[in-house]
């Protein structure tokens, strides 16, 4: 099993900045992908950035260039920066983990979700 706990969101006017972070805990090692998911009133839920199997960072287009995803393995921790925010950036913004127990099959973790709201 893996916890996810989301936190930093909260209201930012546009053009502001936030950090998001994710703490994982349970068995970490298991996980191969990390990244983060947002979901808008009425929309479906989206990526916005993750780490591959392989370590490396993808990002929505709509969020290139304003965010950056990192991760502190010591800390089992990911953290979203989000820069230059815009009102359509407001969402709830969800920590998602794939984990792998037995090879190949891997499970899905979400956290409940934190609350970015960005005012114009």
């Known amino acids: 099993q893996v916890q996810l706990v989301e936190s930093g969101g909260g209201l930012v006017q546009a053009g502001g900045s936030l950090r998001l972070s994710c703490a994982a805990s349970?068995?970490?090692?298991?996980?191969?992908?990390i990244g983060w998911y947002r979901q808008a009133p009425g929309r479906e839920r989206e990526l916005v950035a993750r780490?591959?199997?392989?370590?490396?960072?993808v990002y929505a287009d709509s969020v290139k260039g304003r965010f950056t995803i990192s991760r502190d393995n010591a800390k089992n921790t990911v953290v979203l920066v989000m820069n230059s925010l815009k009102p359509e950036d407001t969402a709830v913004y969800y920590c998602?983990?794939?984990?792998?127990?037995?090879?190949?099959?891997?499970?899905?973790?979400w956290g409940k979700g934190t609350q970015v709201t960005v005012s114009s």
């Open positions: 998602k983990a794939a984990a792998v127990f037995i090879y190949p099959t891997a499970r899905d973790y």
């Open positions: 349970g068995s970490t090692f298991s996980i191969n992908k």
């Open positions: 780490f591959t199997s392989g370590g490396s960072a």
